[in-house]
Each structure stands twice: as structure tokens, then as C-alpha cells.
């Protein structure tokens, strides 16, 4: 991106992030930043912890700006922001939405179809290098328009719309899984007895151990488990139970309520 400014609607979680991403890798300054919110709180944190202009009017801050980030819920008032923008940013502003569910076509509804809208869901892995946001555009707009912006927070993936409430469920509440299985083998862990400062860093170990096996040898998790399990050993032991819970479905099951859930967010009430 230039050195043009950058306005954020909404200064919640995903907003900070992404401003603590972007100004920690040097994608941004301080300065390109402005953020309204409704919540004075947020507003206030926002200027402590970063810098960024929380002052000016809304209406002068998106007449300057080049990026408008939408960073509300989807249930927040986004017809209200659509008459905003329409009356007050400049006809060129990209429309950037991080609100998930709702499609470049209500977009377009709210903001105006004719101008570059880009519908994203953002990573949340954001200050890591890891992760990827799942990106569309439609017809006005062009990825170099927000790529550099986009890269200051994870990797990307452009893809058909029709793929992204799919990559909301699965690839960006993803992290979601891999806490919670990383917290749970830990418990496995204190269980069976081991400290659990003990469990903790091996669970970690194996995370990032069995990541770097799947990719430096480039074999299927199979081959995998096994070279891993001895004919009537332990590991084999251990994963008929694991079968027995239920545990892939279970994990798939909840992978398609987190995209069903997308979807009905998207629903205009
Ligand atoms: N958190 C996450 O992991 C991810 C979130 N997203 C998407 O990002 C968006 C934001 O999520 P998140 O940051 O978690 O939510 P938050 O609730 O933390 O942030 C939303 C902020 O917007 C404020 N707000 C509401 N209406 C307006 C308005 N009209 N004008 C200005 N500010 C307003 C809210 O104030 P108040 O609280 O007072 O209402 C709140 O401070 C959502 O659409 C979500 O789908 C996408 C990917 C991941
Ligand atoms: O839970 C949420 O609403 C956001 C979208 C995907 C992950 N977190």
C-alpha cells in the first residue's frame, strides 16, 4: 500500500490485532492510522497502546482515507455505516470487510456496489507470520489495491466467495481446535500423573515437532502413525481408544456448525 491513510470502523479485538500486526512489521505507521468506535473505552486504550488517531471526526477521517476497514459485528447497525460512507468517503476509498458472513453483494447493498469492495476474513494468528486470510473481491477492486495491507498480518488466500463462509469455520476459527487440543493433552498429561509444567512443554514439542515431520518428509499423517505405533504397542493402544471416542467426527462435526454459523450471521435480519 502507499502512505495513504487507513480508517478503521469498529476498534475491537480484530481491529487491534491488526494494527498491532501491522505496526509491529513496519507495514504501516502510526500515523496512516485512524479508528472510530461507539465505545469511548476502546477508543481511549487504542491511543494509549498505539498511537493512532482516535480524534478526528468520522466524516474528516473517511473523506482522507485511501482503506476503510469494516471491523463491526454483523449484527451492528451496517446500514447506518453504509449511509456514512456513501456520504462522506471518497468514491476511490477500497471497502475492506472483516464482518464475517456477510457477502460482497450486501456489501454492496450497505456501501455501494460500484465501489472496490474487498470482503476478507482475517487470520487470527495475526502477529505470527502464520495463518491465512481468506479474501474476495469484487469487480471495482484489485488485490494490489490491498495486498501489502493484507501481508501485514498473515498470509493470503484469494478465493471464490462461494468458498469463503467454509474458510471462515474451518481455516479462521481453526486455531480454535489446535488450542483447545493442545490444552486438553496437557490435562491428558497431569492425568496421568506428569507435572504439569512438564505436560505443557511437551505437548508444545509435539505440535510443532509433528508440523515439521509432516513437512520435511512430505508423508500422509498415516504413514506417519504408522511408523509411530509398534504392532500391539502403546501408541496403538492409545489410538483405539481414541477411535472409540469419536473424536474425527466429533472435530468435523464442529468444523460444519462454525460454517453453518457463518452463513447464518450473513442472514440480514
Ligand atoms: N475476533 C475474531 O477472532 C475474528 C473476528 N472477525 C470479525 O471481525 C469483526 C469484529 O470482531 P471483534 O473485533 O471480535 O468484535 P468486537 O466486539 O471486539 O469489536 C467490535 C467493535 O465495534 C464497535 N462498534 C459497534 N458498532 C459500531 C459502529 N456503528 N461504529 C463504530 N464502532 C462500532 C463495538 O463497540 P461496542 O462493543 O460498544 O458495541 C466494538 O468495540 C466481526 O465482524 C467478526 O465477525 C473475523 C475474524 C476473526
Ligand atoms: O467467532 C467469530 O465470530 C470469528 C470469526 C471466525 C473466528 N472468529
Not at 501408541?235 to 472409540?244: D, F, K, P, Q, T
Request: charged share 15%; proline share 3%.
Amino acid at each position: 500500500m502507499s502512505k495513504g491513510k487507513i480508517h478503521f470502523i469498529g476498534g475491537g479485538q480484530m481491529a487491534e490485532a491488526i494494527i498491532r500486526a501491522c505496526l509491529a512489521g513496519g507495514t504501516l505507521a502510526a500515523g496512516q492510522i485512524s479508528v472510530s468506535d461507539i465505545n469511548e473505552g476502546r477508543l481511549g486504550l487504542l491511543k494509549t497502546k498505539y498511537n493512532v488517531d482516535t480524534e478526528s471526526a468520522q466524516e474528516e477521517a473517511l473523506s482522507g482515507a485511501e482503506l476503510i476497514v469494516i471491523a463491526v459485528r454483523p449484527q451492528d447497525d451496517l446500514t447506518a455505516l453504509g449511509a456514512l460512507i456513501r456520504q462522506s468517503a471518497a468514491p476511490s476509498a477500497v471497502i475492506v470487510s472483516i464482518v464475517a458472513g456477510v457477502t460482497i453483494a450486501q456489501l454492496g447493498d450497505y456501501f455501494g456496489a460500484e465501489r472496490p469492495i474487498v470482503r476478507v476474513i482475517p487470520n487470527t494468528l495475526t502477529a505470527t507470520g502464520y495463518g491465512y486470510s481468506g479474501v474476495a473481491l469484487n469487480a471495482a477492486a484489485s488485490l494490489e489495491q490491498v495486498e501489502a495491507f493484507l501481508l501485514g498480518f498473515g498470509k493470503v488466500q484469494v478465493l471464490d466467495e462461494s468458498y469463503i463462509d467454509i474458510f471462515t469455520g474451518f481455516g479462521v476459527a481453526g486455531p480454535n481446535y489446535i488450542y483447545y487440543f493442545i490444552e486438553s493433552f496437557t490435562d491428558a498429561g497431569v492425568l496421568a500423573g506428569l507435572p504439569r509444567e512438564q505436560a505443557w512443554k511437551v505437548a508444545l514439542e509435539n505440535m510443532l515437532g509433528a508440523v515439521a515431520m509432516l513437512q520435511q518428509t512430505g508423508l500422509h499423517p498415516r504413514q506417519l502413525l504408522d511408523i509411530n505405533n509398534s504392532p500391539g504397542g502403546v501408541g496403538m493402544h492409545g489410538l483405539y481408544e481414541l477411535n472409540n471416542s469419536d473424536f474425527a467426527a466429533g472435530l468435523q462435526r464442529s468444523v460444519l456448525a462454525a460454517v453453518k454459523r457463518t452463513t447464518e450471521l450473513g442472514v440480514k435480519k
